[in-house]
């Protein structure tokens, strides 16, 4: 070996080039990271996806896609009161709608009223599921006992919501319910003028949609949240996060998926809610949803379809404003 | 790593550094908020404890409190046989159309839950990777899930219509449904497939298992928690769904239509809190029941080493205890 001359170093290898061979390096390795998350990784890999789409897609296509579709296309049909509607072109039903634009018109009156609801029950079910749902997954700390209370939960929710909202109206919320028995008892209420009015009323309504939605907040937010990464946490106390900081820098943004799914969920079921409305005011309520089915029941299709489209764009306005908070696909 | 590892060369002050017990501090956030637990808890079983407490009246019980006596369980008896007899007095029970109705509804659920599992399962897959007009068919998903229940139910109504079509529970009802399950079904698959490592497919693959060996035997034992989830999503939303059925069926062929047809008919007894509370607790038997056999069976699954440290009998790590005894002896 010709040890006794060292060669000189290479004269290109400065500190430049060893960043750009990192960045290289670095680039390569994104590359990679992105073709695993999407780019195909073998050749026909497209009809294979295609096969996998296929079957779900014809699905909702037949179940989904048409009946929407048939929904636009007779909501601008003529109605008709013998048989329900003709096929002529129109858009009366729409400007029947928009005339007026206000909350004198009855739409936009249950519009309001079922936006109310379901904006306070999103709110809601926000405030009071979400330490529900971080109570389970930070603070219980073996996994059998989670599953078991996250059960417990659970549970009503496979009883019927008809029977459940049957069950809230008459014996909970009723004058002689056990709400108002309770207050009695307390001394702030009477049976002939109950302190708070909840039999057939828009708070039995709002109370009774939070109960029955709440669940589907705390889930998704439990799943995430047991998730998290616990060694971020732990980090961020080392460097001195005290409680709050470390939940709203560490915690919040791993859970705000859960969040936005939730929210969705419910601003959606609350919004179209019809028939759990009916049994728990007894038609003393009227939503958004009382009123299509109003309309639809009265063999008015086109009307009833033009509020239904109406709705649903709504819906789809909702529903942006939310995802706005995380990029679903990618956080979930 | 042996046990010697403990014994020092010689006495040096960081060796006798002894971890100490740990004391436990009351952690009142946790007691706090298990105590927001249980309230939550009464709020949510609250209309179930009421139900079931009036599901005990007498005959001539009503459907609100006050409780009207003597107790009994002739009401538990009313979904189960036509007719109940007080002496001279016959009451005739609605058994007949609960049972009927309580049938189709099993039925129709549980074929509810195979479809969605089954399609939510094919969807998440074509997910896995990304496609052209992805992002599109995505929000096609989403759709299924924004959609009103009344509002689907009519749109099918008017399509089969247009098509000659009769709608029935089995034909309409029944597809009209699983449309809201796949989305739901599908947000549990997407976010298993976010969290499955890829790798492991690979190794398979790299062990000379074929394309259709990998996927049943190391990606489905894996994933089929979700894929479980996803039919328990389809067959519950199907066994609560009135919106969407209502329209589409004629007569009361499910449990919830058969509710609201007795709710119409000014019928309402304390047998709908029966039957109420003995469906609440079918399905909570039934998933205590899956959750005992999941325990067993992943506990005769575990292997008995868990890891190198158990293995070489180093199990508890560095106790106080063992550390002194090191130091002192």
């Known amino acids: 070996m010709s040890s006794s001359s060292t060669p000189d170093p290479p004269p290109h290898l400065d500190l430049a080039d060893i960043e750009e061979d990192e960045l290289e390096v670095e680039q390569e390795h994104e590359r990679a990271l992105g073709e695993q998350r999407g780019a195909q990784r073998e050749r026909g890999g497209g009809w294979v996806t295609l096969a996998w789409a296929a079957p779900g897609f014809l699905w909702l296509g037949f179940f989904l896609i048409a009946p929407l579709v048939f929904i636009v296309l007779m909501s601008f049909w003529t109605p008709d009161t013998s048989v329900g509607f003709v096929k002529d072109w129109t858009t009366q039903n729409y400007s029947d709608l928009v005339h007026p634009f206000s909350l004198d018109n009855a739409y936009w009156k249950d519009m309001w009223r079922s936006f109310q609801i379901s904006a306070i029950a999103v709110a809601a079910c926000l405030v009071f599921g979400f330490p529900v749902a971080y109570f389970l997954a930070m603070k219980v700390e073996k996994l059998q006992y989670q599953i078991a209370l996250f059960i417990l939960a659970l549970a009503p929710f496979w009883t019927s919501f008809i029977t459940r909202s049957v069950a809230w109206a008459y014996p909970l919320m009723g004058s002689h319910g056990a709400l108002n028995t309770f207050l009695v008892k307390l001394g702030v209420s009477s049976y002939d003028h109950p302190l708070l009015n909840t039999q057939f009323t828009q708070l039995s309504v709002q109370l009774a949609m939070i109960q029955l939605y709440i669940l589907f907040m705390v889930t998704p937010i439990f799943f995430l949240l047991a998730q998290v990464d616990r060694h971020a946490i732990e980090a961020a106390r080392d460097l001195g996060g005290n409680w709050w900081s470390t939940f709203r820098e560490v915690v919040l943004p791993q859970t705000m998926p859960g969040v936005v799914i939730g929210s969705i969920f419910i601003f959606v079921l609350t919004m179209g809610e019809y028939g759990t409305v009916q049994v728990i005011s007894q038609g003393a309520v009227t939503t958004v949803g009382v009123y299509i089915q109003t309309q639809i029941v009265g063999t008015q299709y086109p009307q009833g379809a033009a509020s239904a489209v109406l709705l649903v764009f709504i819906l789809i306005l909702g529903v942006f404003a939310i995802t706005r908070f995380s990029n679903l696909r990618e956080d979930i | ?329």
């Open chain 2, 1 to 329: 790593m042996s046990s010697s590892a403990y014994a020092p060369a010689m006495e040096r002050t960081q060796d006798s550094v002894v971890k100490r017990q740990y004391k436990p501090k009351r952690d009142w956030a946790k007691w706090g908020l298990a105590t927001y637990f249980v309230i939550f808890l009464i709020f949510l079983y609250a209309p179930m404890i009421l139900m079931a407490i009036l599901s005990f009246q007498g005959y001539q019980g009503g459907v609100t409190f006050p409780f009207s006596g003597p107790a009994g369980l002739d009401w538990w008896r009313s979904i189960f046989v036509n007719e109940v007899h007080h002496g001279q007095q016959v009451i005739f029970t609605n058994a007949d159309g609960i049972r009927t109705a309580g049938e189709g509804s099993l039925w129709v659920s549980l074929a509810a839950g195979a479809i969605v599992a089954f399609l939510a399962f094919t969807l998440s897959m074509a997910f896995r990777r990304r496609f052209r007009g992805d992002g599109v068919a995505f929000y096609i998903i989403l759709l299924a899930l924004m959609t009103p229940g009344f509002l689907l139910g009519l749109g099918t109504q008017i399509f089969w219509k247009a098509m000659n079509q009769e709608t029935s529970l089995w034909h309409t009802a029944l597809g009209t449904n699983t449309v809201w399950g796949i989305p739901f079904g599908f947000l549990v698959m997407t976010a298993i497939w976010n969290r499955y490592d890829d790798h492991i497919d690979e190794a398979a693959r790299d062990l000379g298992a074929n394309a259709a060996r990998t996927f049943g035997e190391v990606t489905l034992p894996l994933v089929w928690t979700g894929i479980f989830g996803a039919f328990l999503f389809g067959f519950t939303l199907t066994w609560n769904d009135f919106d969407r059925t209502a329209l589409l069926v004629v007569g009361n062929l499910t449990l919830p239509l058969e509710i609201v047809g007795l709710i119409q008919a000014a019928a309402l007894r304390p047998d709908l809190y029966a039957l109420g509370t003995a469906t609440t607790l079918v399905s909570l038997a039934v998933i205590v029941t899956f959750l005992v056999v999941l325990t067993i069976r992943s506990r005769f699954r575990r292997a008995p080493v868990q890891s190198v440290e158990e293995e070489l009998g180093l199990g508890g790590g560095i106790d106080a205890e063992a550390a002194e005894q090191v130091v002192e002896g």
